[in-house]
């Protein structure tokens, strides 16, 4: 029996991403290592240095999504997110067993390979979502990028909040909580996070729906960062507390809202997606497969007439024995990996990337000690500042980059030019060291971070395709952990450690602490620059081939 086809605007989808926002936050649990690294230290009898390397092998482990990423291609979404589901038991289970003092003594090597298979279930978590909704979303691709990378930017702000409201700041609690807690929900998660027909058209009320999506979680972003600061400075009695708790779980789950007023309108869904159907769809008729080998090959043929034969010169020359490969997909087409990875596009896209996130990720990973050199009283509220402009870098960008590309065909690389222009500008504010700037430049290098984060994605899928899409972004994703051991570990662990020893402690105060490291990353940032934009004029063309009419045109038998 065919399965049925699911026009613009049925539920599935829907119901996958509201469900999609409950996994990412899980898949950021690797967010959690601050809450807990104190507690391994004590306990484990860790000195400093042991526990940079803990939070490396965290940064590893929450970044390599390899494995993952082919997985999505020989699996259904459900298996992968099961794989996260035993990493995220088994590795937070043995955490906890060594902190607690079960287990009697462990060596360190074993607790770094430990907390690796730990956050790994990021990558296995992360991946089935993202892949799974890109897929089902194809014709709004940087809107969904940036509200799923949204919202693994807010997941350190919703653990924050659980560890201090629910479990009393007990770091022990807490990784209990991680072992536990996060398989039962992925687990719960498992029957709504599958792939669905994507519409085959645009939908009037589609925009409406993202619009709303996008408005929920700016609310909660608000709301978190107001609880946050609220619980520092007020003393609140624990009802209030889980009232505060049971608010934010509310604002978690509104993006259902969508398709429960599908359900209950039902009349009007099918009304506003009768308008949309592609010519033919209104006969059952079987659906396409989920993917085909080129998702956009129909639209970039005349960009690509000059150097391919016509189709009958084509089938001509396969008859006659003249051909016998298949051409090289182009840019815009389905990719295999071992295809990308020799192209130019894919290393400028990589380099790119990773000179952006690697920078944001040093300033990330020792902003508490650039606050104290600086002269913050309180390094909590510079972490929070961090953290939520680092959402509205990921959403917004996402956001503000499918309205220009819909509108004025300006590639997504574009934004990551002017992402690497700003964050040279926070670096060099961050090495003056002049009084007032420090929250302006930590301000600019979390939305800069989370520009780069979110514009990464749907850049790889429309130059790259979507049927390989997750090895091609897992292997992108590597620009994370190679940048923390070059940038923070190698440079500024460093820099920072010859600072203190001139000073005669281990703990640097004043701007030359971090003044070489920030300049060596504005340089870094300034190359970055150069990369983005000479991507940026080498992929307009295909940007503006499948985006030529205002959104993103799929050919007739593509099922993206």
Known sequence: ???????????????????????????????????????????????????????VASDIGESVGFLPGIACNKFPPWAVLLVGCGFCFLGYGVLWLAVSQTIASMPFVVLCITLCIATNSNAWIGTAVLVTNMR????????????????????????????????????????????????????????????????????????????FSITVSVLLAIYLVTVTVVYEIVTLSDAVSYILVAIMVILLLFPLAIPLKMTLFPARARAESSDHLAPGEGNATPADPLLTPSSSATYLGSFHEAEDFSDVETLLAIGEGAVKKKRRPKRGEDFKFHEAFIKADFWLLWFAYFLGVGSGVTVLNNLSQIGIALGASDTTILLSLFSFCNFVGRLGS????????????????????????????????????????????????????????????????????????????????????????????????????????????STCIGSSCFRLTFLVLAGACGLGTILSIILTIRVRPVYQMLYAGGSFRLPQNSSH
């Not at 809450?35 to 230290?41: A, E, G, I, R």
């Not at 690497?420 to 301000?443: Q, R």
Request: with cysteine; aromatic share 10%; net charge positive.
């Open 1 to 55: 029996m065919p399965s049925p086809v699911l026009k613009a605007g049925s539920r599935p989808p829907w119901v996958g991403l509201g469900a999609a926002v409950w996994a990412q936050i899980a898949a950021g649990n690797a967010s959690t290592f601050p809450l807990y690294s104190p507690l391994l230290k004590s306990v484990l009898g860790l000195n400093q240095q042991e526990l940079t390397i803990l939070g």
């Open 136 to 211: 089902n979303f194809p014709l709004s691709r940087g809107t969904v990028a940036g509200i799923l990378k949204g919202y693994i930017g807010l997941s350190a702000a919703v653990y924050t909040v659980v560890y201090s409201m629910v479990l009393k700041k007990s770091a022990l609690n807490l990784l209990l909580f991680l072992a536990l807690g996060i398989p039962v929900l992925c687990l719960a998660l498992m029957y709504f996070i599958r792939p669905c027909t994507p519409a085959s058209g645009e939908d009037s009320s589609e925009h409406v729906h993202f619009l």
């Open 398 to 505: 996402g956001a503000v980059s499918e309205h220009f590309l819909r509108t004025k065909t300006i590639p997504r690389t574009f934004w990551m030019a002017c992402a690497h222009i700003l964050m040279i500008v926070s670096f060099v504010l961050y090495a003056l060291a002049l009084n007032g700037t420090l929250y302006v430049a930590t301000a600019l290098c979390g939305i800069c971070f989370g520009t780069q984060c979110s514009i990464m994605v749907p850049t790889s899928s429309e130059l790259f395709g979507l049927k390989h899409f997750g090895v091609n972004y897992s292997f992108m994703g590597l620009g994370n952990p190679i940048g923390a051991i070059l940038f923070s570990v190698l440079l500024a662990g460093n820099v920072y450690d010859a600072e203190a020893a001139k000073q005669g402690g």
